[in-house]
């Protein structure tokens, strides 16, 4: 039997649209039905153990909640997916880490508000051209406006919240990984980032089942 190994899910684990695609015929309760089997047999037959922290796994009751996952899919779920909460007080993450978090907010935050100032010059000007045209001030707002807004969001989330962590969730499935030595599988590109500045073994959501699949088929 191999050693003992670990693995942290996050959500993304579960729901990638990608791993829909390979392992479920792109739907999602297939696809979480297919991805607990494989974790069953491969904690029985390789030792090897799943886990989530139990903010990350509400999350992702909830996310099958929305979708009408069947319950006996959750029993299943319920019973190979370990939770556990990590110990935050005394799992211990290198001050440049840190430093490092900071720093990359520090520059997420300028770069959303230049886009902010940039999103309202542009709305401004444009506004300004209509009404020199003679335009009806609903005719503005909804050629002007609303379009700002929806960009300004989209490039504000972009900015702010892509290749970094933003969640509690998502930090808790690094701290738990690092408390139990564990590899960590998500499809969350700042997951990614930080497991891999944090020295945690990284695999994505698409590759995890493939690896137990390797795994089993030399097993079996």
């Known amino acids: 039997m191999l050693a003992k190994q670990r693995f942290v899910l996050d959500t993304t684990a579960f729901t990638d649209n990608q791993l829909r695609d390979d392992c479920g ?16 047999r491969s904690r029985i037959k390789l030792n090897m153990s799943c886990h989530m922290p139990p903010i990350t796994y509400k999350e ?3 996310y099958m909640a929305r979708y009408e996952c069947p319950d006996e899919i959750m029993i299943k779920a319920e019973t190979w ?5 990590p110990n935050r007080y005394d799992t211990k993450i290198p001050s440049e880490i840190f430093y490092e978090y900071v720093q990359d907010m520090r520059e997420r935050m300028n770069k959303g508000m230049r886009i902010s100032e940039s999103a309202i010059w542009e709305a401004a000007v444009e506004s300004m051209v209509m ?3 003679g335009e009806k001030k609903v005719e503005i707002e909804g050629k002007v ?10 490039r504000y ?11 509690a969730p998502d930090l808790d499935v690094l701290l738990l990984a690092k408390e139990l030595g564990a590899g960590v599988v998500a499809a969350d590109e700042g997951i990614k980032v930080w497991a891999e500045r ?3 073994r990284f695999l ?6 493939k690896m137990m699949m390797e795994y089993l088929k030399y097993y079996e």
């Open 25 to 40: 015929e792109g739907e999602l309760t297939k696809t979480v039905d297919f991805l607990i089997d494989l974790i069953a």
């Open 60 to 62: 992702f009751s909830e």
């Open 81 to 85: 997916i370990v939770k556990k909460s």
């Open 131 to 133: 009404m020199s045209r």
């Open 145 to 154: 406006i609303g379009k700002a807004i929806t960009d300004f969001r989209k």
């Open 157 to 167: 989330r972009i900015a702010l919240r892509k290749g970094t962590l933003d969640s």
């Open 198 to 200: 944090l020295g945690l």
């Open 204 to 209: 994505s959501a698409t590759s995890f089942p």
